[in-house]
């Protein structure tokens, strides 16, 4: 079983950037975590971060016909106006589980929307590190869910 982690524009930066929202953790602490609770799921982790748009789009196209059976998603501010990632989600026949590190809804406005929930399953925000770690945890529920109905 497959899980694919997206991370979005800037977060490379965790660990530089703003401590006070985002921790110190880096990017490689995150994916290092993830994979720790991968092997205790016993589920196969692809992570991939880029800060362009159309890359993360097309690396969204590619999912179908790799056997990947959920996605979590961390989009960073394209959360927040993207409707082409939206879209490319929206593509997928599989759950989709969006991730903040900080905790959006206590912020300034503009991060209070979410264009990516239409097409997610649901979202877990401010938590730090763990947020990506509950929605692992969550995406695997899922598949559980559906693994005797779907055949992705
Ligand atoms: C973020 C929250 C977004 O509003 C912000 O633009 C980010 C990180 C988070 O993980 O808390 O880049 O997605």
């Known amino acids: 079983m497959k899980i694919l982690i997206l991370h979005g524009v800037n977060l490379n930066m965790f660990g530089k950037r703003d401590p006070a929202h985002y921790g110190t953790a880096t990017l490689a602490d995150i994916n290092a975590a993830l994979a720790d609770l991968g092997k205790e799921l016993g589920v196969e982790l692809e992570t991939f971060q880029t800060n362009h748009e159309g890359e993360m789009v097309e690396r969204i196209h590619r ?19 993207s409707y082409a990632i939206a879209d490319a989600l929206a593509i997928l026949d599989m759950p989709v589980v969006e991730v903040h590190m900080s905790n959006v809804h206590a912020r300034e406005a503009f991060r209070h929307e979410s264009v990516l929930s239409t097409v997610s399953a649901g979202s877990i925000a401010g938590f730090g590190v ?16 559906t693994r005797d109905t779907r055949r992705l």
Do not use: D, F, K, M
Request: aromatic share 12%; hydrophobic share 50%.
């Open 63 to 81: 999912v179908p016909g790799e056997g990947i059976r959920a996605v979590v998603i961390n989009a960073g501010a394209w959360t927040h106006y």
């Open 130 to 145: 763990q947020s990506y770690l509950l929605g692992l945890r969550a995406a695997w529920n899922l598949i559980q869910n």
